[in-house]
């Protein structure tokens, strides 16, 4: 596997022991400390670079045998040629395009997971505690911005009006990956020690009960929209799964895992009913008006959904000027203009992390930046069920599935620290398997 890259003989090896220092300290800090503090983001990535290039004779033949990772320079490189040509472009023309978006649009890019993904594949064995990290990171998180959350519950400020976007979509995000972790932990007590294992146990229960609270909290409808689609295409893949390949007594397992997991997610709806009803009834005028085909701008009442829609409708009208080149990512800071009456100076922003793409680098890097994730994925998915660890194939594809399909209702994403840490660290977990994946398959081979 992977980790022989630093243990057998190359444990004296100081200069490795060092790279996977650096490695590890670096994964900790991006999980850990990473939704909460750019500092910690970009120090961790810095650590996982410096090790990186101290093992670069082990780490680098492994990533360069990866296909995903010739793919993924492909898409840096396209970002940064573009932003060239648009920051040279927009010179020019007198335009003073926004070159930190060049950055933004790059690390979003599968290049940097992959980089943190080696180290964790080198540690996979700490792999349940730096998931349990990810949870303490959104912890903190949600802790260090309190007030904000509270303001939209009952007795806040502004009762059911307040939304926490950022919150709820972490939150929904974790709860995932910190669950699989419990179920983990608990389905396997002969891998642990019995205090690690009740230590862990206690700590990502914890931690997925209050990411369940925060998900609720948080009024974010994005999240709450994409974790019932989410839901329902994991039981659709369970099902399919259970018929296929569980016995009786797996089949009776699950349902009964399935039907608590459905009688706490009652217990939630029910206690937040009124938050719910509140945030979900809002825009109900607005609905009627689409619905009734009163599509144009001007028919169309303000409000959350009613902003929306003209963002949308203005975000089809930009992506059909420039579909094969887009705009480029200096110069999407200055689109989404024309609704508000402005000249130049929009915000970039459609509310949407796919039509900013689609708007910033056209339709073929979107296609390929969106293909290029299933298919992770996607491999990701199969080996963890060859590999007999469904839960945790489960968990990351839970996590997967809610995260990107926030992306569709979440723009500040694309610019939000928290929304690249939350983006690293998923693509970061499921990289590291397809490392271990590789290198399993390499090992079979050779082995033959």
Same mark, same amino acid.
């Not at 502004?158 to 709860?175: K, L, Y």
């Not at 005028?285 to 409708?313: C, H, K, W």
């Not at 996590?399 to 998923?426: D, E, K, M, N, P």
């Given at each position: ?56 004779? !082990? ?34 023309? &007198? ?7 060049? =950055?933004?649009?790059? !690390? ?10 080696? *180290? ?48 709820? %979509? ?27 294992? %009740? ?24 999240? *709450? ?80 959904? &009613? ?6 409708? @203005? ?23 024309? %609704?508000? &009456? ?11 992390? =796919? ?55 979440? &723009? ?5 620290? @928290? ?5 690293? %660290? ?17 090992? @079979?081979?050779?082995?033959?």
């Amino acid at each position: 596997m992977v980790s022989a890259l630093l243990q057998a003989r190359e444990e004296s090896s100081l200069r490795l022991r060092i790279a996977g220092g650096c490695g590890i300290t670096g994964l900790a800090l991006m999980f850990a400390l990473g939704l909460r503090s750019p500092t910690a983001m970009y120090a961790g990535l810095f650590l996982t670079l410096l090790g990186l290039v101290v093992a670069a004779d !082990r780490a680098l033949p492994a990533l360069l045998r990866e296909p995903l990772f010739w793919a993924a320079i492909v898409l840096f490189t396209w970002v940064l040629v573009r932003g060239w040509i648009d920051l040279e472009t927009a010179t020019a023309r &007198g335009l003073e395009p926004d070159d930190r978006a060049v =950055w933004h649009h790059a !690390r979003f890019t599968l290049l940097l997971p992959l980089v943190l993904a080696f *180290w964790l594949a080198a540690f996979w064995r700490h792999r349940h505690f730096l998931l349990v990290l990810i949870g303490v990171s959104a912890l903190v998180y949600v802790v260090n911005d309190w007030d904000r959350l509270m303001r939209g519950l009952p007795g806040g400020e502004s009762p059911f009006s307040s939304a926490f976007g950022e919150a709820g %979509i972490i939150a929904a995000t974790v709860f995932f990956l910190t669950g699989a972790t419990a179920i983990d932990v608990w389905r396997c007590p002969c891998d642990f020690r019995p205090a690690t294992r %009740i230590g862990l146990l206690i700590a990502a229960g914890a931690l997925t009960l209050f990411a369940l609270a925060v998900f609720f909290a948080a009024q974010a409808r994005a999240a *709450w929209l994409a974790m019932i689609v989410t839901l329902l295409l994991l039981g659709l893949w369970g099902g399919w799964f259970l018929l296929r390949h569980a016995d009786r007594r797996q089949r009776r397992t699950a349902l009964m895992a399935v039907g608590g997991g459905l009688a706490l997610f009652g217990v939630f709806v029910v206690l937040s009913w009124d938050i719910l009803s509140s945030r979900l009834l809002r825009d109900t005028e607005t609905i009627a008006v689409l619905l009734a085909g009163n599509v144009e701008q001007d028919d169309v009442p303000g409000g959350s959904f &009613g902003a929306r829609y003209r963002m949308f409708r @203005q975000a089809l009208i930009d992506i059909g000027q420039n579909p094969l080149w887009g705009v480029g990512p200096g110069s999407v800071r200055d689109m989404l203009h024309e %609704i508000w &009456g402005q000249p130049r100076g929009g915000s970039g922003n459609y509310h949407s992390t =796919w039509l900013n793409l689609l708007v910033a680098m056209g339709i073929p890097w979107t296609v390929f930046w969106l293909g290029l994730h299933l298919w992770a994925v996607a491999r990701c998915v199969r080996w963890l069920v060859a590999q007999r660890e469904a839960v945790l194939a489960v968990g990351l594809l839970g996590a997967f599935l809610v995260h990107f399909g926030t992306l569709t209702f979440q &723009g500040a994403r694309l610019w939000s620290v @928290q929304g690249s840490a939350l983006y690293l %660290i998923l693509m970061t977990v499921i990289c590291a398997v397809l490392l271990r994946e590789a290198m399993d398959r390499r090992l @079979q081979r050779a082995a033959a």
